[in-house]
């Protein structure tokens, strides 16, 4: 027997039975651990952005792969701005390169691009670029890939109240209207639902204000695994943890 054709058969009946057993609709990932893969290998640590932007194209191609629906990644938080500047400048030239080399290839796969955050704060050259794919994307209909850039959700929560209090100010709502879907479609991620499940990479074991009225009910699936070594075998790990969770929102099963 051909050990190869065994072992890629193998691999593929798993795979099989992975999607069989229902994927989760909408998953999000905070990667991290960039800058301890570099430090662990002697490098700077924008050697480790560069290395994790290669997950990220693992990841999304696996994510479509099996039908995930949505795919939401933390790629640059509110709070990311206190890093140096040499770091920060490096990190928002990212995405023009990634989508330089990737948005052909989302074209073709029918993956519609989206930004949760505040894009105004930008430089222009990356605000430019992240546009002209959303743009380039927008008919797209099949899997939705959310970058989370310049995000934070204690700033999302905070504008979201705001627009309530206008709101109710302009006589447009009144206080007894304001409930969950009064939240939720004044926040960033309205029309989506919320995630099925989060993966955090590299051990630490918090959310890093990303997506909290969203993950209310998520399930939270943590790995040591540094972003940079963060394969499509360990993504699909954690789509089989999921899929033996017995999610109850509150009740009882």
Known sequence: ???????????????????EEGVPYHVAVIMDGNGRWAKKRGLPRIAGHRAG???????????????????????????????????????MRLPQEFLLMELDTLIKKNVRLQILGDVSAL????????????????????????????????????????????????????????????VNSRLLTRGIPDPDLLIRTSGELRLSNFLL??????????????????????FYEAIRAYQKRGRRFGGLK
């Open 53 to 91: 932007m290669e997950s990220v194209k693992s990841i999304t191609r696996a994510a479509d792969e099996i039908g995930i629906r949505i795919l939401t990644l933390y790629a640059f938080s509110t709070e990311n701005w206190k890093r140096p500047v040499q770091e920060v400048d490096f990190l």
């Open 213 to 234: 009225w969203q993950c209310a009910y998520t399930e939270l699936w943590f790995t040591d695994v540094l972003w940079p070594d963060f394969t499509k075998e360990h």
């Open 123 to 182: 430089p222009s050259h990356t605000r430019e670029s992240v546009l002209e794919a959303v743009d380039k994307t927008a008919s797209n209909t099949g899997m939705l890939l959310n970058i989370a850039l310049n995000y934070g959700s204690r700033a999302e929560l905070l504008a979201a109240i705001k627009q309530i209090a206008a709101d109710v100010r302009s006589g447009s709502l009144t206080i007894d209207q304001i409930n969950e879907e009064a």
């Open 1 to 19: 027997m051909n050990l190869k054709n065994f072992f890629v058969r193998k691999e593929t009946g798993n795979l099989a039975e992975l999607m």
